[in-house]
């Protein structure tokens, strides 16, 4: 158990374990629900469109054979993921201000500045992970509704020629699969990476911060 | 292990550097505190109490001197050491009371646990009784937003326990309290003083704590003006 040993103490183990910090990080969310929402939402969005981004596309090259996407939605794409990443990293901002004196306490305590930094990135992952899936379901029911409208009149079945876009083989490293199925694999990784990338740099500050300075913190 | 000095700062001192001015918030102090003692640092608002309160606990650098702990000189540990010595050897107790919002008053007093890795079981009997010790025995799973002030800093009190610190340190503990409640807070720690044997140092300057500290030390401008022990006082009185 004894880490090191400084003059007649003994040092022990210092652990904060993995339940514990998820306990904690998904109360935090839920007592701060609103704003939690309002981060979601960034990611929603984000990710709500690169999916009806994707899955048009894929209507559309089922529908006249080419593939549909121009570079010029691809800027368009990196640049609303960066919004979106701008904007969880400001509302983290201020979730890490709001909570200096939480954090000085838990230093107080006996956290250590990965324990601190291991909260939040929890939230960024609880955020980023239903932002991700709720995101899926967005762009998903949009692009339906686009490609209905669109091969409506067009063809006589359109609904089936969604669904064999819906299905149309992707490879994502290393297998193929619907794209469905690939896009809700994009959707999730992706979206937890962002909340986790935009949270990064709050919740660094907030690990870094001196405990005495954090106490005297006043909201 | 028995130490006979619990705390014991030699020429303590912690300057803040505004601009070109410099602020001496601790200048010189040399400060032995023995186990089991309770001792109040008395002093104005911005006489270097709670600068005082940091440097003892492991919560900031000074900018000379040292501080020994159970005689190890804090400053020579490093971010995990002094995680643990916080976790370990030091209970804090605040003005404010901050407990952990979300959490229940078992789950508040349970955390320091965590940190030193107390098995779970343990974790709830002991907090169960510590909370019971304090009066809130029937409150475990109250939330600080359901408690009083009174009853939040009981919780922070029982906290501060969790882990048989070597030193309680508190700042300013009955500041946010009224008259009775802060007296009753005053009085549950001088019992847990002399019933458990913990070491209790509070800044404050809530007169009310003179009647029950062994020692009082007044602070002004940085420096200790004067230590008087309880006697003296009374007699004063």
């Known amino acids: ?219 | 292990m028995r130490y006979e000095y619990t705390v014991e700062t030699e020429d303590l001192a912690k300057y803040y550097y505004m601009g070109k001015y410099v602020v001496k918030a601790l200048d010189g102090v040399n400060l032995k505190v023995r186990r089991g003692e309770y001792v109040s640092i008395m002093g104005p608002s911005g006489s270097g109490k709670t600068t005082l309160f940091n440097m003892i606990g492991g919560l900031d650098r000074p900018t000379r001197g040292k501080v020994y702990i159970d005689e190890v000189d804090i400053s020579k540990l490093d971010a995990y050491e002094l995680a643990w010595l916080r976790a370990r050897k030091i209970g804090y107790i605040f003005q404010t009371f901050n407990l952990i919002p979300v959490l229940t008053a078992l789950e508040n007093v349970m955390l320091p646990m965590i940190f030193v890795g107390t098995p779970r079981e343990q974790r709830i009997k002991k907090a169960t009784e510590l909370l019971t010790i304090v009066g809130l025995g029937d409150r475990l799973h109250h939330k600080p937003g359901e408690l009083s002030g009174g009853q939040q800093q009981r919780v922070a009190i029982a906290r501060a326990l969790a882990n048989d610190p070597a030193i309680v340190l508190a700042d300013e503990p009955t500041g946010n309290l009224d008259l009775q409640t802060g007296l009753e807070i005053i009085n549950l720690l001088r019992t847990l003083n002399k019933e458990k044997g913990v070491t209790i140092v509070t800044a404050t300057h809530d007169l009310k704590m003179i009647d029950v500290s062994d020692r009082i030390v007044y602070l002004r401008d940085g420096k200790i003006e004067r230590i008087e022990t309880r006697a003296e006082v009374t007699v004063e009185l």
């Open chain 1, 1 to 219: 158990m004894s880490k090191s040993e400084v003059g007649t103490w003994e040092i022990g183990e210092i652990r904060f374990p993995f339940s514990e910090a998820f306990r904690l990080s998904l109360e935090s969310i839920r007592k701060r629900f609103v704003r939690a929402a309002i981060t979601t939402a960034a990611v929603v969005l984000g990710i709500a469109f690169l999916n009806s981004l994707m899955m048009m596309a894929a209507i559309q090259s089922v529908y006249t054979g080419t593939t549909g996407i121009q570079t010029y939605q691809y800027w368009l794409l990196f640049i609303s993921l960066l919004v979106c990443a701008v904007g969880i990293t400001n509302s983290m901002l201020i979730a890490v201000a709001e909570r200096y004196k939480e954090i000085g306490t838990l230093k107080c305590l006996g956290a250590l500045d990965r324990h601190v930094l291991i909260l939040f990135l929890n939230e960024s992952i609880i955020m980023g992970g239903i932002g991700g899936i709720l995101g899926y379901a967005a762009g998903l029911i949009a692009a339906i509704v686009y490609g209905y409208i669109t091969l409506g009149g067009k063809v006589a079945d359109p609904m089936s020629k969604i669904v064999e876009a819906m299905l149309m083989p992707r490879t994502i490293i290393p297998i193929a699969l619907p794209t469905v199925l690939a896009l809700l694999i994009v959707s999730i990784v992706l979206s937890i990476i962002l909340s986790m990338a935009a949270t990064l740099y709050p919740a660094y500050i907030g690990a870094k911060l001196n405990p005495a300075e954090a106490l005297r913190y006043e909201v």
